[in-house]
């Protein structure tokens, strides 16, 4: 055990089933054997059939080497399998420590449970289909420790094998409860993986599964070395976003850089409140590296303030100018006579640490760093970050950036867009790239979004993700959050911040790096390490938050979850105009898990009392061809819809229109209404408890997106959410509906 510890090498297989046999885990009987006479003997006390296994320091996979006998069911055929074994893994150079003789199990469903260590959300269990095809599978499902009895049913049940489990063709169900036992015992709140924090990996695979029990039939435990063997980065090369980090953290002067150093001083709510306070609601500013050019960033970030009327005074700092813009300019912060409670810093890279060196001599509080070129620019700017971190840590400075584009707060009149919108909302955006913190705040506002806040937080060297979740949770103004995430440094913080506040509002993430090119254009940008996708999809799932495929994905969540009731179930109901496009819309609806069941008996009856020309199908999906949809200026269209909105086997109603076959109808004359009178229909319908949806489907053509614009906005204003599309409308439905599953079972 010693040895394996310091190596780094697995446990051998007869100590890693003794650990499992400790945790109350159902092992095959065993034995280890340096003999061929004492190999018979095992297998004799053990009960025929058995298998002989291979026992050798760091042999993972004993099947490529030829180091498993199986189904061997007299002790002739033990005493013929045992040299065979001996000699084909000698031949590979491996020297054997021993052969594991064990009781053949009877064959069950094969699954695997896995323990595995991620970078930042630290402890994983993985559950999934097993054998030897794992890997081609490719069915599993992660969850982070601990896990709750419900955690471990949700991960069976997200399994695509997960009929198998069930009475599949003529197959007995197999024992699900024992199954949940074990992953439990393994992940669960006083499990293996808290009770053995040396576990690095844990293999269990094939775990045979029976319609009373299981029964683990191999095991492969890895556990840490006792050494410290984490690389430094040199200054000559970059080396891997995770040899950056440590060489960050290990730096002498760069531990502030670490989970929880800088972060530690405002854990209470209190001291959150307070320090995001000077964040978004600043009363005087500086501008260090104030430029007279409006268009530069340094003058920029001038210009947007004054044109978005911030009450407080603006100080530009400058070496040389006088007046900026209108406003006194002063050498340094230390010779602005007034106080300063933030700042915002766009010097060159190499003279920030000595403006946070001013800026904490001054009593700045917060400086926003909005220069770029530190970690996301390799090794120097690498060292260059370290200093940065220690300097602001030296100097009590709190940092956000750097390589970031600035604060976005209507009510503290601050902006990185004049642009956007001056009303106040109640939907807060924080985001590690600075671009896509323009893209939210404007395609957002033209969906009807408006927003408390927005914060551009760069490469989150001191102020970090968690910190402005754990503000937003607490913050009044703000009802729905939304993040851009590339990586975040304390992981299991993020988390448990991300439970707490799911629980209070809903939290849309969108992830960066979700693949290895992504993961590669993650290091480039901001430096972050960037965790597995299908991990980051399983603990974002775990903690409530709704996960984002793109960013269109996230605006169109952020807009659902700002217009819509949570849906109280899946099942929906499609009307609209078009047989092609209703029969697309339905197996969208399928695709995302969303169904659309027959409409209630008295539903069907008042739809048939309407008395709708023929043409009109009064099933779910509910075809009405435009003739009907536009009867008596879409009173009749209204109907319909509340009609649908009260049968109580309806959850959600989804509205789609075809923009090219109504001017078609109107020859291009959109004076005849037909449009807006079911947009109006529409609206009228959406003051309800159950989400109603519009659907505008636009060629893409000039007239079709003018007039697609004006009902959206519209219909907006009325409460009711546009979509351009069935699927991504089924999208944000399906994904509501699973929040709402989340709330109920927490």
């Known amino acids: 055990m010693t040895e394996a510890r310091t190596q780094g090498t697995l446990l051998p297989e007869s100590e890693s089933r003794a650990w499992l046999a400790e945790a109350g885990i159902p092992v095959t009987r065993s034995r280890v054997a340096t003999s061929l006479e004492a190999a018979i003997a095992a297998a004799e006390e053990i009960g ?10 760091d042999l993972v996979h004993k099947s490529d080497v030829g180091g498993v006998r199986l189904n061997l069911e007299t002790p002739a055929a033990v005493a013929a399998a045992y040299p065979e074994l001996v000699a084909g893994v000698g031949s590979h150079g491996i020297t054997l420590a021993g052969v594991l003789v064990e009781e053949m199990a009877a064959r069950g469903l094969e699954v695997i449970v896995g323990l595995t260590r991620d970078p930042q959300f630290g402890r994983i269990v993985m559950v999934g289909l097993g054998g030897v095809l794992v890997e081609l599978y490719g069915d599993v499902a992660f969850g982070a420790v ?74 492969k435990i890895l556990v840490e070395r006792t050494k410290d063997d984490r690389r430094v980065l040199t200054a000559a090369g970059a080396g891997s976003v995770a040899e950056r980090r440590d060489a960050l953290d290990s730096a002498p ?25 000077t ?74 640490v000595g ?31 370290a200093e940065l971190v220690a300097q602001a840590q030296r100097s009590g400075v709190r940092l956000i950036g750097p390589n970031c584009v600035g604060t976005y707060c209507p009510s503290g009149k601050l902006t990185i867009n004049v642009d956007a919108p001056t009303e106040i909302g109640n939907v807060a955006f924080a985001s590690q790239s600075g671009g896509l913190s323009h893209d939210v705040i404007l395609r957002g506002a033209a969906r009807g979004l408006r927003f408390s806040k927005v914060l551009s937080a760069g490469n989150c060297i001191d102020l970090d993700l968690p910190d402005i979740l754990e503000y937003l ?16 440094r304390d992981g299991e913080r993020f988390r448990r911040l991300l439970a707490e506040t799911t629980r209070r509002k809903p939290v849309v993430v969108l992830k960066g790096g979700q693949t290895d090119l992504g993961e590669r254009a993650v290091a480039g940008h901001t430096g972050r390490l960037a965790g597995n996708a299908a991990i980051w999809r399983a603990v974002l799932a775990q903690s409530g938050a709704l996960f984002a495929d793109d960013l269109e994905q ?40 969303l169904s659309l069941p027959d409409f209630d008996p008295e539903t069907q009856q008042r739809l048939a009392a309407l008395g709708l020309p023929p043409g009109a199908s009064l099933k779910n999906p509910v075809d009405a061809p435009m003739g009907t949809l536009r009867l008596n200026e879409g009173q009749v269209f209204q109907s319909i819809l509340g009609i649908l909105l009260e049968d109580s086997r309806i959850d959600a109603v989804v509205v789609h229109l075809n923009l090219i076959a109504v001017l078609s109808m109107a020859d291009f004359d959109v004076s005849a209404g037909y449009l807006e009178g079911m947009v109006s229909a529409v609206a009228e319908a959406g003051h309800t408890r159950k989400p109603l949806i519009l659907t505008l489907r636009s060629s893409g053509m000039p007239q079709h997106e003018e007039l697609r614009w004006r009902e959206q906005q519209r219909a907006t204003a009325a409460g009711v959410p546009v979509y351009p599309d069935i699927p991504a409308a089924a999208a944000v439905l399906a994904k509501l509906a699973s929040y709402r599953e989340y709330l109920v079972r927490t």
């Open 146 to 219: 601990p896990l709750s009895r419900s955690d471990a049913c949700l991960l069976i049940d997200s399994l695509k094998a997960r009929p198998l489990f069930g009475a599949y063709r003529g197959q007995p169900a197999i024992d699900l409860d024992a199954l949940v036992d074990v992953i439990l015992k393994i992940g669960g709140r006083g499990g293996l993986a808290e009770r053995r924090p040396e576990i690095v990996e844990l293999d269990l695979n094939p775990v045979f599964l029976y319609p009373g029990g299981l029964k683990v039939a191999d095991v």
């Open 554 to 593: 996230l605006i169109d969540l952020l807009v659902g979850l700002r217009f819509l009731p949570l849906p109280q179930g899946r099942s929906v109901a499609l009307v609209g105009n078009g047989g092609g496009a209703t029969v697309t819309a339905s197996d969208a609806c399928d695709r995302f898990g």
């Open 473 to 488: 949770a607490l913050d009044d103004e703000t009802a729905l959050v939304g993040l851009y995430v590339e990586g975040v």
């Open 253 to 277: 002067e760069a531990t502030s850089a670490t989970a929880g150093s800088l972060g530690v001083r405002h854990t209470a709510s209190g001291g959150v409140l307070d320090l995001f306070q």
């Open 355 to 385: 403006v946070i060196e001013q800026c904490g001599q001054k009593g700045i509080k917060v400086a926003q760093v909005i220069t770029a070129g530190f970690g996301e620019a390799g090794p120097h700017g690498q060292a260059l970050e």
């Open 48 to 57: 025929f059939p058995v298998v002989l296994k291979a026992i050798a320091p």
């Open 279 to 352: 964040v978004f609601h600043p009363k005087a500013i500086a501008v260090v590296g104030a430029s007279t050019d409006p268009y530069q960033i340094g003058g920029r970030v001038i210009r947007n303030l004054r044109a978005f009327g911030f009450p407080g005074p603006i100080y530009p700092i400058h070496p040389t100018a006088s007046e900026i813009l209108g406003l006194r300019a002063y050498p340094t912060v230390l010779d602005v006579p007034g106080p300063i409670d933030r700042a915002y810093v766009t010097v060159p890279t190499r003279a920030v």
